[in-house]
């Protein structure tokens, strides 16, 4: 997901409000848009159950023995880009270890985008498109790929408008398939999620679905039910939408081998925004969901991110925390990275005017076994971006003023931190314990 995620959080915080029965549930089949919202009990008594509050006088904060070594931090942007990078949120690593990189490159007087392919093993960089397009009025942006699909954000300066291009590998060409009056795109295996304004019906987004086989076009979702987050996989399409009146938010997902829709209500048992962000790999479902059971202001908003098995159909929270933030996720399974503001007790991503309340460990946690560590970096702000199927994990680094942020790739496998299945290897000062 792009940028625009915090403004939908903030419009999703004021509309959505749910409630559900419990922590582990399996969950309803065709709720629909018209189905039932529960009103929350604004006590946080939730079934008779308290929530406990007390995380923040109680935490205690982990101090890693020893850090990282700055040798086994690979600088991305130092290795592939002259002038300042503009890395994907959330892209994948693609086939033979191939990631998206945009760089800034200066010509003349002027800066441009230009987009490269970076095989993180090697560090060789491919440049995919070319200098002189840029200058002459055409730019490629926000590129992502999955597995042999690639895509970009292509603009046009000649009409002030913005389309998608997809890159071929095999013949090294770039298509438009549309060009113009799109917006943010996601590929998925085979075919390309974007929003497009349809200036026929309304000027709000449209989730549209591009197959590069059959070279078809699908509207997801019109542009009235305002579709905000969304991602793909190898069959899965996943999404949030409103609800007609526009009173509450629904997941929707919808599997491409039977072309079925099924419509997922709100899940967490707290007051929630659904949802922030989505993931989705080998049919489950990661959500970041808006919770407050404990919130006194906005700044204590939480952040909780929930597993869906698609097949199974039951929810379960992955690191459910009433008081501590987790969120800023990236997957591989059966890994996911996160930060998680409960390791050092302090910071809270929600409030993001100050620098040192983001500052959080990133950790790496084993969805099948749910053992889990935090990376023992110096304590900053991070940002996961990418996991590859070898457990090499692309992480940003955020500085106090952002002027730079620095990418890097950490081998998890040499440092330590996972073997080579992905089971991760637990630190035993993990969690620390009162008086240690």
Excluded at 48 to 77: F, H, K, M, Y
Aim: glycine share 4%; hydrophobic share 35%; aromatic share 12%.
């Amino acid at each position: 997901m792009k940028t625009s995620a915090w403004v939908c959080l903030l419009v999703f915080c004021v509309f959505a409000m749910a409630a559900c029965d419990d922590s582990r549930k399996k969950v309803p089949h065709d709720g629909g848009p018209d189905a039932d919202v529960t009103d929350v009990p604004d006590d946080g008594d939730i079934d008779g159950e308290v929530v406990d509050c007390s995380g923040r006088q109680t935490c205690v904060p982990w101090v890693p023995a020893q850090v990282i070594a700055n040798d086994q931090l690979v600088p991305l942007d130092d290795s592939v880009c002259e002038l300042l990078p503009q890395y994907p949120s959330y892209s994948r690593v693609g086939t033979n270890n191939l990631f998206p990189v945009d760089c800034e490159e200066r010509f003349g007087q002027y800066r441009y985008y230009q987009s490269y392919l970076v095989n993180i093993d090697s560090l060789d960089a491919t440049k995919i498109t070319d200098i002189q397009e840029a200058v002459d009025g055409t730019v490629y942006a926000d590129s992502y790929v999955n597995y042999s699909t690639y895509s970009s954000r292509i603009c046009l300066r000649s009409n002030s408008t913005c389309g998608i291009a997809v890159y071929h590998f095999q013949t090294k060409a770039w298509e438009t398939i549309f060009p113009d009056r799109c917006g943010n795109n996601i590929s998925g295996n085979g075919y390309v999620i974007f929003q497009q304004n349809n200036p026929t019906e309304t000027s709000l987004p449209e989730l549209m679905l591009y197959d590069l086989s059959t070279r078809q076009t699908e509207r997801l979702v019109a542009g009235a039910d305002r579709p905000a987050v969304f991602w793909a996989d190898d069959d899965l399409v996943v999404w949030g939408q409103y609800t007609p009146d526009h009173s509450a938010t629904l997941m929707k997902i919808l599997d491409r081998s039977t072309e079925l829709v099924t419509t997922y209500p709100e899940v967490t048992e707290f007051e929630m925004g659904f949802p922030y962000l989505l993931s989705v790999e080998k049919h489950k479902v990661i959500a970041t969901l808006l919770s407050a059971p404990c919130a006194t202001d906005y700044t204590e908003w939480n952040l909780d991110m929930w597993l869906l098995d698609v097949d199974s159909q039951e929810w379960k929270p992955i690191a459910n925390d009433p008081v501590w933030q987790q969120v800023l996720f990236h997957i591989q399974w059966p890994l996911v990275v996160y930060l998680d503001y409960g390791v050092a007790c302090t910071g809270n991503y929600v409030d993001e005017y100050e620098y040192s309340r983001k500052q959080a460990y990133m950790v790496i946690h084993n969805l099948e076994t749910d053992v889990r560590r935090p990376i023992p970096l110096p304590f900053d702000f991070y940002r996961p971006i990418a996991l590859s199927e070898n457990w090499k994990l692309i992480f940003r680094k955020y500085d106090s003023v952002r002027v730079r942020e620095p990418a890097y790739i950490l081998d998890l496998v040499a440092a330590g931190l996972v073997d080579e299945v992905g089971n991760v290897i637990p630190d035993p000062t993990f969690p620390p314990v009162a008086g240690n």
